[in-house]
């Protein structure tokens, strides 16, 4: 039983200390769902006040946990909260160590795409750095690969019709949790980026 | 595989009527059978006791009551065959609930006789009640169960019931009688000493008895019940599970297990409508294939739990 400001950033987010930069921002997306004014499961539960302190505590585990650097010296700040050895409570999956330096070898950007336009290179540079293989895209998506290079590539000479292209979008940025929306427009600019020319 | 080895008690309760707790005891309850265990099914619930309906079985068979007026003299001569294998049931526990006066020891004695029972696996369904009857039952079993169906009614009852049973266990475990008034005031959501959640229950508690308090938090963190999300249609309801195990968290400091959830599916009403438990007459349906899975996950984690 602790509250809020007590809970360190982990906790916030129900990750494991060892938490991989993709279960983080899986994470954080499931909160944000959760501690939600419209959300079914909390509604009852927290007041208007509450909720915001919530969100604000999310919000900001979240920008600590994603910044390599910001992380490491949270962690040796508040070393003497953070268990190391959880106690198998929750179902938490221990990710071996190779992994993490894998995932987290991606720091020349912050995960949020940001300023960057929504467009193919952010969606690679994003999809790296989650550590996620085409692969796993294509059979989560049932996109076929080449389509999804070419979506990274930003090869609209052999990208299908927009209509077409829309579906496609929509499918990947579902998987990366981004905002399908913002990618497509941001995509169909592209399109008329090249009518200009 | 009954015999010498402790059975396990999993009382199914909170929320409302018609979430389907009734039928989710009477198909978990057949699909452990299934799987080789012996399995007595109870019956509890105060607002219309009829697991018999769905298991097909006619209601006018001896009942708790007649072991409790020692009409009869065994706990076991009260029991219903159902047909299906290895599968009994008992009913007549609501009359014991229901009892204003049930006192403790009436309840603890129903407890033992029922732990008595030579059975692998017993499932208690305690219907939507709230009263301290039920609490305590829920309370005092190995494992208890909340079915809530995805609707903002339902989930705001089990709330009410989750918090109602969290305050009553904490009320069990404190030893002070001023540790004690205060959850009980705080019992009253409107309550003087403005407590509106259990951190500031645990403060009020903190400046008047330090032990207790400490008693408090090694409480909560042992208790764990179990969830079940009933008539999801959608990806997003499953995901409400999620939702409400991470609220409870923030809210109550406590791990919910979500054990899983059960599809929304026509299947569900025809078989009740015939009066046959769905994972005998459409066992391919989908919700039947959910409530297998919850099944097996429950005799998973109880084969765990006792490093079987």
């Known amino acids: 039983m ?5 809970q360190t950033h982990y906790e916030i987010l129900e990750v494991s200390p060892n938490a991989t930069v993709k279960e983080i921002q899986q994470a954080y997306e499931h909160a944000r769902e959760t501690f939600h004014s419209d959300s079914l499961a909390v ?74 336009p929504y467009r193919g290179k952010s969606l690679k540079q994003l999809r790296e750095k989650l ?24 090869n609209l000479d052999f990208l299908p019709a927009p209509v077409y292209l829309k579906g496609f979008l929509k499918g990947y940025a579902r998987v990366l949790k981004v905002d399908s929306q ?9 399109y008329e980026e090249r009518k200009k020319k | 595989m009954a015999g010498n080895q402790q059975r396990v008690i999993w009382t199914i309760g909170g929320g409302k009527g018609g979430s389907g707790k009734s039928f989710i005891t009477t198909n978990i309850g057949i699909c452990l059978s299934h799987l080789g265990a012996q399995v007595i099914l109870i019956d509890a619930d105060l607002g219309g006791a009829n697991l018999h309906t769905f298991l097909g079985v006619l209601p006018s068979a001896p009942t708790l009551s007649d072991f409790i007026k020692k009409r009869v003299s065994h706990l076991k001569d009260v029991l219903i065959q159902t047909g299906v294998p290895n599968l009994q049931l008992l009913t007549g526990a609501q009359d014991l609930l229901d009892a204003a006066d049930a006192k403790s020891v009436q309840k603890r004695k129903l407890l033992r006789s029922i732990q008595s029972l030579e059975s692998d696996y017993i499932l208690v369904d305690l219907g939507g009640g709230n009263t301290l009857s039920v609490l305590d039952f829920f309370l005092m079993s190995d494992g208890g169960i909340l079915v809530v169906t995805p609707e903002p009614t339902s989930i705001e009852n089990t709330y009410r019931f989750l918090k109602s049973a969290f305050y009553r266990r904490l009320r069990q475990t404190v030893s002070s009688n001023s540790a ?13 000493a403005g407590i509106r959640n259990p951190y500031e229950l645990l403060k009020e508690v903190r400046r008047i008895n330090e032990d207790d308090a400490r008693t408090m938090v090694e409480e909560a963190e042992t208790f764990h019940p179990n969830l079940i999300l009933n008539q999801v249609r959608s990806k997003k309801d499953i995901e409400i599970g999620f939702s409400i195990r991470s609220a409870c968290q923030k809210y109550f400091g406590i791990h919910l297990h979500y054990l899983g959830y059960v599809v929304y599916d026509q299947d569900v009403g025809n078989s009740i409508r015939k009066r046959k438990p769905l994972v005998l007459e459409n066992s391919r349906s989908k919700a039947a294939q959910c409530v297998t899975e919850i099944a097996s996950r429950l005799a998973n984690s109880h084969r765990m739990r006792k490093g079987m």
């Open chain 1, 2 to 6: 602790k509250r809020i400001e007590e």
């Open chain 1, 131 to 154: 550590g996620i293989d085409l692969k796993a895209i294509s059979s989560e998506t049932k996109i076929n690969i080449k389509t999804l290079e070419w979506i990274e590539e930003e």
């Open chain 1, 182 to 190: 913002k990618l497509i427009e941001g995509y169909l600019q592209l």
């Open chain 2, 180 to 192: 004690k008034a205060l959850i009980d005031e705080a019992m009253d959501g409107k309550n003087e």
């Open chain 1, 43 to 116: 509604y009852s539960l927290f007041s208007e006040e509450e909720m915001q302190k919530i969100q604000a505590s999310v919000e900001e585990a979240y920008r600590v946990l994603m910044d390599e650097a910001l992380r490491r010296s949270y962690d040796q700040s508040h070393s003497h909260l953070i268990e190391r050895s959880p106690k198998g409570k929750q179902t938490e999956k221990l990710v071996p160590s190779s992994e993490i330096k894998g995932s987290l070898s991606f720091t020349g950007l912050s995960l949020e795409i940001g300023e960057m």
